[in-house]
């Protein structure tokens, strides 16, 4: 199918942009890597009256790093999150997520800013995002404002995005060298989208974890905090960790919905596995 007719701009400033947003309102769409916006245009599940290109506007990309913080520009494509050293010294658990996002050529398109926005429930960065309390930058013609991840995904396919607002840019804390990062999911084949995945974030300091931050994915309609299962690593000696406790914790925390692929039973083991696999892959990392 081919797209309905629809007017396209692209302008260079952000302040082009944003008075773009402000004058169409609900009747346009930002397009950023068009990786999933245009199959949705194709198939006439979306319908714009207006695109508004955004890769014309430098100061949307590029990874800068100040005392506290590493800030992700939101048109910085997943394959330049994937290279960058800046990601892989300071928040690696951003570059281990990089592999398991669909294939090569979606990644060299495909731009952080995008897929927070779209917040795909299975999608891996609005997980990440929650476990390594990053914040989403958002600015339209009358203000910048700043939401911690957490309270950013909303809803399914949902977030606190405002239609007269784009996404600028991505903060995340910089975490000293103690902290352990931890990605895994189960997919039908490489590539595709999780059936389940976890994001886990925690600082292991002598074997002592603290600080964890356990965040499911493919589970349910966002990016889910499993808060039970973090109080009990909390203090917990690595070794020590009780695996039949820990699964009993992310039982009570998730409430899976089925799909196609997975029913909520099967996703719910698959979540007990994934954790499992965090902390045998802690305790193996020293
Ligand atoms: C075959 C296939 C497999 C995929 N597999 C995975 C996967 O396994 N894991 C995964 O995480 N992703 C996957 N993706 C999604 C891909 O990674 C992109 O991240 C995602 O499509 C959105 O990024 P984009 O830059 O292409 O955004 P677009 O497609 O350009 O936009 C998506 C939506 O976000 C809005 N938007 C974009 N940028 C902004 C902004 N800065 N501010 C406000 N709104 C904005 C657009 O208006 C649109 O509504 C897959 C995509 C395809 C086509």
Request: a negative charge; hydrophobic letters at 45%.
């Amino acid at each position: 199918m081919k797209p309905a007719a629809f007017n396209y701009k692209k302008p260079s400033t952000l302040t082009g942009v944003l008075e773009l947003l402000r004058e169409s309102g609900e009747d346009s769409n930002i397009l950023a890597g068009g990786q999933s916006l245009m199959p949705t245009l194709n198939m006439r599940l979306s319908a714009p009256s207006l695109l508004i290109d955004i890769n014309g506007v430098d100061e949307l990309f590029g990874i800068s790093v100040t005392d506290n913080t590493v800030r992700i520009g939101s048109m910085t494509r997943h394959a330049e999150l994937e290279k960058s050293s800046v990601i892989s010294e300071h928040i690696p658990l951003i570059n281990a997520a990089m592999p398991y996002i669909a294939h090569p050529a979606i990644r060299n398109r495909g731009t952080i800013g995008g897929s927070l926005a779209l917040a795909d429930p299975a999608a891996e960065l609005p997980a990440c995002l929650c476990a390594l309390r990053g914040f989403v930058e958002m600015t339209s013609t009358s203000a910048t404002r700043k939401v911690e991840a957490k309270d950013f995904f909303r809803a399914l396919y949902e977030t606190d995005l405002k239609a007269n607002e784009i996404i600028t840019a991505i903060e995340i804390p910089r975490y000293d060298q103690n902290y352990f990062s931890f990605i895994d999911e189960l997919s039908r084949r490489h590539g595709d989208y999780a059936m389940c995945g976890l994001a886990f974030h925690a600082k292991i300091e002598e074997k002592i974890i603290s600080d964890a931050q356990i965040v499911f994915f493919a589970v349910e309609a966002k990016p889910i905090i499993a808060v039970t299962a973090m109080r009990e690593l909390e203090g917990a000696k690595i070794s020590d960790v009780s695996l039949e406790v820990l699964q009993g914790a992310v039982g009570n925390d998730l409430d899976p919905f089925g799909d196609l692929h997975a029913s909520a039973t099967l996703k719910l083991h698959y979540a007990k596995e994934l954790i499992k696999r965090a902390i045998t892959s802690g305790i193996t990392s020293g």
